[in-house]
């Protein structure tokens, strides 16, 4: 369901009908685009206004979809993370990954795994469900800039944002529970 939250009073705007589970959501920068990632491996756009699907992509994964996000700047492009241990990067405009994100450290084993751009994109970083790796790839090259390895468990949560003091503050969370602030 689209909700529109401008108001006093929240009201409802569309019904997104799928045809598989939605593992994840996200809203374009002009607001009238959204994208789901599904159990299907797929992914759907729609339009928030009518609600319709918009497009289909089957099969862009090897397994579930865990995380979509929109690029912060650029809504042409949208980031999957899927159960492949695969992020890709898909030209929204032509249906096709224009570029994926792979590292033998890098391994997904749950459907609530996230992948996130940095706030200027010019970055990819998620982390490892099993050996608790960070790793941050160069969105236009594909090449680890960095791998971080603080967590003693698996990662099962990721989320980058404008905070910290320089302006890229990370969060991530472990199974066990550990949350990690990186600057």
Same mark, same amino acid.
């Given at each position: 369901? %689209?909700w529109?939250i401008s108001? +006093? $009073?929240?009201?409802? &705007?569309?019904?997104?009908?799928?045809?598989?589970?939605?593992?994840? %959501?996200?809203? #374009?920068?002009?607001?009238?685009?959204?994208? $789901?990632?599904?159990?299907?491996? !797929?992914v759907?756009? /729609?339009?928030?206004?009518?609600?319709?699907?918009?497009?289909?992509?089957?099969?862009?994964?090897?397994?579930? %979809?865990?995380?979509?996000?929109?690029?912060? =700047?650029?809504?042409?492009?949208?980031?999957? *993370? !899927?159960m492949? @241990?695969?992020? =890709?990067?898909?030209?929204?405009?032509?249906?096709m990954? &224009? +570029?994926?994100? +792979?590292?033998?450290?890098f391994q &997904?084993?749950?459907?609530?795994?996230?992948?996130?751009?940095?706030p200027d994109?010019?970055?990819?970083?998620? !982390?490892? *469900?099993? @050996?608790g790796? &960070?790793l941050? /790839?160069?969105?236009?090259?594909?090449?680890v800039?960095?791998?971080?390895?603080?967590?003693?468990?698996? %990662?099962c949560?990721?989320? /980058?944002s404008? !905070?910290?003091? *320089?302006g890229?503050?990370?969060?991530?969370v472990? =199974? =066990? #529970?550990?949350?990690?602030? /990186?600057v």
């Amino acid at each position: 369901k %689209v909700w529109d939250i401008s108001r +006093q $009073t929240y009201h409802q &705007i569309a019904t997104l009908r799928h045809s598989s589970t939605a593992n994840s %959501v996200d809203v #374009g920068i002009d607001c009238t685009l959204a994208v $789901t990632g599904h159990q299907d491996g !797929g992914v759907r756009f /729609w339009d928030i206004t009518s609600g319709d699907r918009t497009a289909d992509i089957s099969g862009l994964h090897e397994g579930a %979809v865990t995380s979509v996000q929109f690029h912060p =700047k650029d809504s042409t492009k949208v980031l999957t *993370n !899927g159960m492949d @241990s695969c992020i =890709k990067l898909l030209d929204v405009r032509t249906s096709m990954p &224009i +570029q994926t994100f +792979q590292d033998p450290k890098f391994q &997904i084993s749950y459907t609530w795994s996230s992948a996130a751009f940095s706030p200027d994109g010019k970055y990819v970083a998620s !982390g490892s *469900n099993s @050996s608790g790796c &960070i790793l941050v /790839w160069e969105a236009a090259t594909g090449s680890v800039k960095i791998s971080l390895q603080e967590h003693e468990a698996g %990662v099962c949560g990721f989320a /980058w944002s404008r !905070g910290g003091t *320089n302006g890229q503050q990370v969060a991530s969370v472990d =199974k =066990k #529970g550990a949350l990690i602030l /990186w600057v």
